[in-house]
Structure formats: structure tokens, C-alpha cells
């Protein structure tokens, strides 16, 4: 029989993590297992108040399947029981780490994928003034690949000052929907000239639509715009890319198919996260591969991860140990 643990925790963040919607110094997370006799799958969330979530509604989600699970719920059925969303996100992931375990091989083998690789991610850097996001840049101007986050007012300082800190760094920026499309038309030539090469989000969700019209001479990806499959088929004509996080899929079950069939739609691929530790980045290093673009920075913006964690060098983030997950 297999039991369901809820665990609320909360990770402290180096420092502050801030975006165009607000700052904060710690991230609350959600860890669901899955105990089976000796045996323990895991996963973790991270509620997004954007979504309407918080640590108490994913927790209040999960109780609500605690019963069938006892009942013999898998996870299979587990996406037609939850939503998208964060609290799925956790039992899926804690379902194919327990799938794992029982059959005795590795997660990238139960769903027939390759062998994962490690995998160069971006490094991001909080929403700040000019000063200070020169000078994050240019502590971090050795990594390969930098996510700025923006604002609107003031951003082609920001882009500039950045630059400057980091002149060799490849770039990209996420304006987490803060721009109009003035400000995108007016912003794009200025991250042309600076060799940016991607731009998230820079419109509101749900107020897009103008991308269709607009002459995108860098790749647009959307964000809070794409969640899952049944998202996907708006975006078309406004988007070039999609960023894939697992807590907007709802688990690694729904990140897999969204990223096929993204593919199969001529979308391009970025794989993302939200600030969480390696427990959460482990299953999506396998949505990784291959993608355009990753951005699985979670541990390396906490004061804390937790024992176990993923390595990140020079060849960027690695893949799980069995240990941790997968």
C-alpha cells in the first residue's frame, strides 16, 4: 500500500530574488512523498501566487487525494484527478521517482528517453537598478549564459549597464509581462545591438495578441502565456519558443508531452523553473535536453539546497543521483 507524506518547507534565498511583480528573501516549497515500505518517491512544488496558489492550497490539493492514493491512485490517473499546476507537479514527479525505484532503473529509462547529460543553464540576475545589476553581472560575467530580469521604466539602462559588466556573456531577458507593445517596439532594436537572444514574456498573458502583428526580430518565448498542451494552440503566430516549468504542467508526465509536441508545432524549446532546490530541478534536467535554451538556476540563487543536490561546474547542471531523485 502506498502512503502520501505533505511536507510544506521553506528554502532561504542569497540575498533577495526580485521581478517585475514583487521581491522576496525565501521560497516556500512543497514536498509530496510517496512511501512504499522501505521505498520513498519525492517530488517538490513551488506554489505561484500568480496562479492563485499558495503552500496552503497545494497542501489543502494534495489531503484531497490522500485517500486515493491509499486507494491505489497512479499516475496515470493522477492527470485526469489534478489540474496543471503546482500540486500535481509534486505527485507526479514523487510517482515517477517511486516508478523508479520499484522497477530498479532510472527514471530517463521508464520514459525512453536517451541518457541525460549535463546541461549549460543561464544564471539570473534579480530585477535591480543599473549599479547593481552591472556589478551581478560582472561577478558573474564568466557563465556562459545570463537571464536578466526587467521591468519596463528604466530597462534600457539596465540592459546597457549589464552589458557592460558582462561584454562576452551571452544573454537573455525576462520581462515577466511587464512591457507594452511601445515599449517592446522600442526596446527590440536596443536588445538587437546588445546581442540579447531571446526576450520572455514581454506582454501580459491574456493580452498578447499584438505579438501576431508585431515584427519579432528576436525570438519571443512565452512564459505565463504556455502552461500546457491545451495552451499551446493560441500561441501560434505570437510566439516562437515556449518555456517549459514543470509546476505550470502540472509534472514531468505533462512537461514531456508539451515539449513533443511543441516540437511537432515548430515551436522552439526552453526549459525553466521556479526558485526551488535540486529536488525540484532533477526531473527537469531530463526536459532539458535538447532544449534551446535552460534555466535551471534554483539551487545556485538559494542560501541552502538540500544534502544530495545537484553539481553544477563548468559543464553546467548534472543530472540527479539515484540518491536524490530519479
Not at 1 to 6: K, P, S, Y
Not at 190 to 214: F, N, T
Not at 297 to 326: C, I, Q, T
Request: charged fraction near 25%.
Amino acid at each position: 500500500m502506498t502512503e502520501l507524506a505533505i511536507t510544506p518547507e521553506v528554502f532561504p534565498i542569497a540575498g533577495s530574488f526580485t521581478i517585475s511583480r514583487g521581491s522576496r528573501t525565501e521560497s516556500p516549497v512543497v514536498t509530496a512523498s510517496l512511501l512504499d515500505g522501505n521505498r520513498r518517491g519525492w517530488g517538490e512544488c513551488f506554489p505561484l501566487p500568480r496562479y492563485g496558489e499558495s503552500v496552503d492550497s497545494v497542501v489543502e490539493t494534495l489531503n484531497g487525494v490522500w485517500d486515493e492514493i491509499l486507494g491505489g491512485l497512479d499516475r496515470e490517473g493522477l492527470q485526469q484527478r489534478l489540474p496543471a499546476g503546482a500540486a500535481r507537479n509534486a505527485l507526479d514527479c514523487a510517482f515517477w521517482d517511486l516508478e523508479a525505484k520499484r522497477a530498479g532503473v532510472p527514471v530517463h529509462a521508464l520514459a525512453g528517453l536517451p541518457e541525460p547529460q549535463p546541461l549549460v543553464t543561464a544564471y539570473t540576475l534579480s530585477l535591480a537598478d543599473p549599479a547593481t545589476m552591472r556589478e551581478k553581472a560582472q561577478a558573474n560575467a564568466h557563465r556562459p549564459l545570463l537571464k536578466l530580469k526587467l521591468g519596463g521604466e528604466g530597462d534600457i539602462a539596465r540592459l546597457e549597464a549589464v552589458r557592460q559588466g558582462a561584454p562576452n556573456a551571452r544573454i537573455i531577458v525576462d520581462a515577466n509581462e511587464s512591457w507594452t507593445p511601445d515599449l517592446y517596439r522600442e526596446l527590440a532594436p536596443v536588445l538587437i545591438r546588445l546581442g540579447v537572444a531571446m526576450v520572455e514574456q514581454p506582454l501580459p498573458a491574456g493580452k498578447d495578441e499584438a505579438l501576431a502583428e508585431m515584427e519579432r526580430p528576436l525570438p519571443v518565448c512565452a512564459d505565463e502565456s504556455c502552461h500546457d498542451c491545451e495552451t499551446l494552440g493560441p500561441l501560434k503566430g505570437r510566439y516562437d519558443m515556449i518555456n517549459i516549468k514543470l509546476d505550470k504542467t502540472g509534472g514531468l508526465t505533462e512537461a514531456l508531452a508539451l515539449k513533443d509536441e511543441a516540437l511537432s508545432a515548430g515551436f522552439k524549446v526552453m526549459v525553466g523553473c521556479m526558485v526551488g532546490s535540486s529536488l525540484a530541478m532533477a526531473p527537469a534536467v531530463l526536459v532539458g535536453q535538447g532544449a534551446t535554451f535552460v534555466d535551471l538556476d534554483g539551487p545556485l540563487l538559494l542560501a541552502r539546497d538540500r544534502e544530495g543536490g545537484l553539481v553544477y561546474d563548468e559543464k553546467g547542471v548534472h543530472p540527479a543521483l539515484p540518491a536524490l531523485w530519479g
